[in-house]
């Protein structure tokens, strides 16, 4: 499974990103992960494998969303509202088994793409 990150960038407070992640092979479940320096890696969002279930962490209170289109074997995370302390590098990744929300339960991983936001 080969994972690939694209969209990141500096963006404004209160500004959108949208980030893509190309997969190779079969439609797996996804999730995205963030981590900011001198933090831990952080749950952000996972997705079934059919789309039809999505998953998010505590912080994300209705400004990202998370969808997919299988015919393009593409996730998305589109993300709102962006504050600073959303600044990180954010990751797609495949978990082990459905429904797992801890970044030890993922087996394969992108390279990162940086989100920065700043005025």
């Known amino acids: 499974v080969q994972l690939v990150e694209s969209g990141g960038g500096l963006v404004q407070p209160g500004g959108s990103l949208r980030l893509s992640c190309a997969a190779s092979g079969r439609s797996y479940a996804m999730g995205w992960f963030r981590q900011a320096p001198g933090k831990e890696r952080e749950f952000v969002a996972t997705?079934?494998?059919?789309?039809?279930?999505?998953y998010y962490g505590n912080f994300v209170k209705g400004r990202f969303t998370i969808t997919r289109d299988n015919a393009k074997n593409t996730i998305y995370l589109q993300m709102n509202s962006l504050k600073p302390e959303d600044t990180a590098v954010y990751y797609c990744?495949?978990?082990?088994?459905?429904?797992?929300?801890?970044?030890?339960?993922?087996?394969?991983w992108g390279q990162g793409t940086q989100v920065t936001v700043s005025s």
């Open positions: 990744a495949k978990p082990i088994q459905w429904l797992t929300m801890t970044s030890y339960t993922y087996d394969y």
């Open positions: 997705i079934s494998n059919s789309g039809g279930s999505t």
